[in-house]
């Protein structure tokens, strides 16, 4: 029996994921959907495919768990590509950049989202020696891959999205923090700044850049920044090489060329009632996690793969990326605070769980189906199937189809509007808040709307003050919340950690600088802030109609 999906799922997938004729007429319900994903993924069993079919089918269709959009939508297609994370080299030559732009367009139409480092271009004004003419420099070559993402718009399906990175000491590195600061400009692109333990540790004593940096980030978001000594230091394939960038969330630590796919554990289906409160139930969690492992393993073998260089890289390391969604329901379900020692606790000893366990069916497959390629140069002891097992991916459109709140997440509000492609407008109103208001008896439609206008019920007379403690929203939780939670998780990650820090309006500069400075501290991989109002367009808003 398939679980109940909501009406804002419904619609979601009725636009983007079902299955649809010539004349664009929907031709799959969403239990048909996940049983073509079951089936097409389960080919990688082999003799016992039709028993994972099921077992796999069951699993997504109780919506305990999601794969990355691309899986959901190409599995048993003549498509057939099914990872979201790629990235993609780029050398200091034309050939090499308009490689590249070709690469990720084709990437970018089956659904997936690619990073790029541009830190070996060479800077704008210096000489050309073939043409001797003058280099137009890296923003200048993003904006072209910016134009060809735009038209791709990846099938109609997602947004095209492209990380871009350069390196804090690349000499165009002031036009590149600014890039982003007037109108559309480089509106696919996510842009983070790739910043060493040196640049950190001297403060900034390169003020100019460094200022810069805060001060952009405080004015619309971009760019964030990638502690790359960190993420290189925890690669555990580091001997094949530097990782350069990450995919456009930051959260998939990857080579050049590689890809991962992902996929997320709806947290709310692993809480059961014990001794008449909420509990965590461990033995769902440890159960769908090795499942959710095998599939993500099976995908990789049934991928049907962009080019041959991607293909080549992903098999000799099978990174893969289970993560987590529905994180701050959880806590509301357990009757714990977001922004509170409790939580913080909570949340590493969740992930160290779901990791730990990870790493067990990971080795387990590694016994019965062989180690990865490339296990000789990486520093696992112990031969695993996967260089990588667990990644906290922000999924947003499956978080939607689960009905539950986004990754690691605080709740952005009670009630809110939500923007898709389309521009289609959802309004979205925490179904937990609703049930225990009418549990309570304080529901009313009068209170309803307040909420709905407000988007909190901090200082709502109509909601009891335990209630109002225990539906904190993102922007009335302090920053330093925020990073000791994402820092929370990424102790226990193999890859990185998607989270983004958010402000209110009247957030300071200093504010923004205070979190990136912490983040570095407390060893993340990277950080992202958001100022709530600071873009003209934003994905979610608060009392808007």
Known sequence: MAAELTPNALVLLKQRYLLKDSKGRVTETPEQMFRR???????????????????FFRMMSKLEFLPNSPTMFNAGTSLGQLSACFVLP??????????????????????????????????????????????????????????????????????????????VDHPDIMGFIRSKETGNVLSNFNISVAVTDSFMGKARRNRKVWDAIVKAAWKGGDPGLLFIDEINRKNPTRKLGRVESTN????AVLHPYESCNLGSINLTRMVCMKGGKCTIDWDMLRKTVRLAVRFLDDVID????????????????????????????????????????????????????????????????ARKKGPFRNMGKSSW???????????????????????????????????????????????????????????????????????????????VKAVPKDIQRLFVTALEIKPGWHVRMQAAFQKHTDNAVSKTVNFPKSAKVADVEKAFMMAHKLKCKGITAYRYGSKEEQVMCIGCE
Request: with cysteine; proline share 4%; charged share 25%.
């Open 248 to 251: 456009p969330c930051g959260e």
């Open 302 to 365: 049934v991928n049907k793969y962009p080019m041959p260089q991607i293909e080549a890289i992903t098999k000799a390391n099978r990174r893969i990326g289970l993560g987590v969604m529905g994180f701050a329901d959880m806590l509301i379900m357990l009757g714990i605070p977001y922004d509170s020692e409790r939580a913080l606790k909570a949340a590493g000893k969740l992930m160290r769980f779901i990791t730990e366990e990870s790493h067990r069916m990971s080795q387990e497959l």
């Open 381 to 459: 002891k112990r031969p695993m199937r996967n260089a990588t097992t667990t990644t906290i991916a922000p999924p947003g459109s499956i978080s939607i189809i689960a009905g539950v709140s986004s990754g690691i997440e605080p709740l952005f509000a009670v009630s809110y509007v939500r923007k898709v492609l389309g521009g289609k407008r959802m309004v979205e109103t925490n179904r937990l808040f609703k049930r225990i208001a009418r549990e309570r008896g304080f529901y009313s439609r009068k209170l309803m709307s307040e909420v709905a206008r407000k988007g909190t019920v901090k200082g």
């Open 37 to 55: 994903v079951a089936k097409a993924v389960s080919k990688a069993e082999g003799r016992n495919a039709k028993k994972f079919e099921e077992e």
């Open 90 to 167: 780029i050398n200091d030559s034309l050939t090499s950049i308009f490689d590249a732009v070709k690469h990720t367009a084709l990437i970018e139409q089956s659904g997936g989202g690619v990073g790029l480092s541009f830190s070996r271009v060479r800077p704008e004004g210096s000489m050309v020696q073939s043409s001797k003419g003058t280099a137009s420099g890296p923003v200048s070559f993003m904006r072209v891959f910016d134009t060809v993402t735009g038209v791709i718009n990846a099938g109609g399906k997602r947004r095209g999205a492209m990380m871009g990175v350069l390196d």
